[in-house]
Structures are given as C-alpha cells and as structure tokens.
C-alpha cells in the first residue's frame, strides 16, 4: 500500500532554511510512471503548489519560488526532499509530499498526511 | 499565471440533494488538465476526477466532472453524508494552480 511520510523541523526561524524528506514507500520511487511534488497551504489558505521532480532527478518549480527552492531525489532511499531557503512568515503552512500520475500531464492523484511548518523566531 | 475562480465559496445542501459546483479558468486549459479535490477537516486532499471528467480509482460515479475552456463544473448527484467537505479545483495545462475551494456545508 502506498504511503508518503513526510519529516523534518516543524519550526524555523525567518531568513532561514526549511528542509522537508518524504519517505515513499509501497513502490519505487525509480518507476517512470511517476513523478513526486511538494505542495503546501497556508492554516486557512488556498493550496499552493511548490514543484515536482522525476526519478531522473528533472525538475520544474512554481516560478514565484524558484529562487528559493531545491527538490531532490535520493532513490537508494526511496525518498525525495524539499529545501527552502530564505523563509518568511508567509512560508508557514502545511506542506504535503504528493505523487504525480500522468494523464495528457502530469497531475497530483495521491497525498501524504502533511506536516506542519511554522517560521517563527 | 492560470486563476481559477471556484463558486460558490459555500453551498449549503441537504443528503440527497444534488451539488453542482463551478470553476473558472482566466484562461483556456484545454478540455483534459482539470482536476477536482475533496478535502474533510484534518485530513490531505484526495483527488475525485482528473483529466476533467474521468474518475479516480474507487470514486462513486455520483461525482462527475465536465467542461472545457474556462468553464467547468463537478457535480455530487445525491449528496451523502461523507461528501460534506470541501472541494478544490486544480489545472495542470500552465504550471499548475488551485481554486480557493467550495464548501459543501449541511
């Protein structure tokens, strides 16, 4: 059964960098039918979506935070990581790890459960 | 950047009834790279239709999906109890972006 874990500080200090891990597991992270996002939401806010990376380690950001970001992917450990540097207090939200299916594109069809980011001093 | 505009913010609804909620691009996103989210309280979004009308795996076929353009629309038609939540739109043509949601409230 798939499942998405996502880990890493719940809280970070402005001017900062957020660092997230998703531990895949259920299938390979290697399998070219997927592909692996990051996407958040602000506590009352609209979903925003960060970017997503293939097993080949292609990249495509949301270009409002494509200075700040880095998605990777570590296929030995079956997992894909997220960096954001820079925080604010607008970068607090819920970020979610996501897998992408392919239908004409790329589309996000399954979530993990999220994980709560707070930028605070 | 692609807008969507999802109506109305809230829908008020009884079991049984049937929901029918709108999304608006600011511009065309084709006919095949719109998806649809539910999302209870607490929990990730899951997604109910993708390619605009085509269902996910071990979706209900009371939720459809249909549009082209910058019109679409994703109809509940009967309301259930565990379909109180919200919904959000999603296109994939440019980038992609999400609607603010529509909550189906009883």
């Known amino acids: 059964q798939l499942q998405l874990q996502e880990s890493g500080s719940g809280l970070v200090k402005p001017s900062e960098t957020l660092s997230l891990t998703c531990a895949v597991s259920?299938?390979?992270?290697?399998?070219?039918?997927?592909?692996w996002s990051w996407i958040r939401q602000p506590p009352g806010k609209d979903l925003e979506w960060i970017g997503y990376?293939?097993?080949?380690?292609?990249?495509s950001y949301n270009p409002s935070l494509k200075s700040r970001v880095t998605i990777s992917v570590d296929t030995s450990k079956n997992q894909f990581s997220l960096r954001l540097t820079s925080v604010t207090a607008a970068d607090t939200a819920m970020y979610y790890c996501?897998?992408?299916?392919?239908?004409?594109?790329?589309?996000?069809?399954?979530w993990g459960q999220g994980t709560l980011v707070t930028v605070s001093s | 950047e692609i807008v969507l505009t999802q109506s109305p913010g809230t829908l008020s609804l009884s079991p049984g009834e049937r929901a029918t909620l709108s999304c608006r691009a600011s511009q065309s996103v084709g006919s095949s790279y719109l998806a649809w989210y539910q999302q209870k309280p607490g929990q990730a979004p899951r997604v109910l239709m993708y390619?605009?009308?085509i269902r996910a795996t071990g979706i209900p076929d009371r939720f459809s999906g249909s549009g082209s353009g910058t019109d679409f629309t994703l109809t509940i038609s009967r309301l259930e109890p565990e379909d109180f939540a919200v919904y959000y739109c999603q296109q994939y043509a440019s980038s992609w972006t999400f609607g603010q949601g529509t909550k189906v409230e009883i």
């Open positions: 990376i293939y097993h080949s380690g292609s990249t």
């Open positions: 390619g605009t009308s």
């Open positions: 996501v897998r992408n299916s392919y239908s004409t594109s790329w589309y996000p069809d399954y």
């Open positions: 259920g299938v390979s992270i290697s399998n070219g039918g997927y592909s």
